[in-house]
């Protein structure tokens, strides 16, 4: 039997919707993320749905504030190596400010390396912050090499 709180932590896809329940300015606590007009998140939304399996944002969203509260998304990469692998890659996991230390982060993350397995990924990667590696540690990931970025503009 589950507890009210896990009944309403449902991790779940995300919807043409979610734009009205706060999805944008929960990736405003994670980085710089300008408004988005209606047009334009649902200009991208089609995009990433249309990719189906291989771009997936998954949420759980605080079903009776009717809030998302937490999110990340894991997008396919498809290799010649090994054997014309796959390697997943997460990206934009974020959890309400009002709603951490309940494993949300914990859960969207075991969403997203489900899915990656599941498509048959044979590695899913990130990148985070230094101050984020034992989150991800207790995710079961390890540290290896090193991130480089390059920004345009």
């Known amino acids: 039997m ?18 009205r329940k706060g999805f944008i300015e929960l990736l405003q606590q994670l980085t710089v993320c300008d408004s988005v ?8 939304f089609r995009e990433v749905d249309s990719l189906g399996d291989d ?5 759980i969203e605080d079903e ?8 990340g998304c894991v997008f396919v990469e498809k290799k010649f190596i090994r054997n014309c692998g796959k390697v997943g890659h997460i990206e934009d996991v974020v959890v309400d400010s ?9 859960k969207v993350v075991e969403f997203l390396t489900d899915h990656a397995r599941s498509v048959g990924c044979y590695k899913v990667i990130l990148d985070c912050t230094v101050k984020n590696t034992v989150f991800y540690e207790k995710c079961g990931f390890k540290q290896k090499d090193v991130q480089m970025a390059m920004y345009f503009g």
Do not use: C, M, P
């Open 37 to 44: 007009s209606e047009k334009d998140f649902e200009d991208r």
């Open 2 to 19: 589950q507890n009210s709180e896990e009944q309403n932590f449902r991790i779940r896809r995300l919807e043409i919707t979610d734009k």
């Open 98 to 106: 009002s709603a951490r230390g309940k494993q949300l982060g914990k």
């Open 64 to 71: 009776v504030a009717g809030k998302i509260i937490a999110t």
């Open 55 to 59: 771009h997936v944002i998954g949420v």
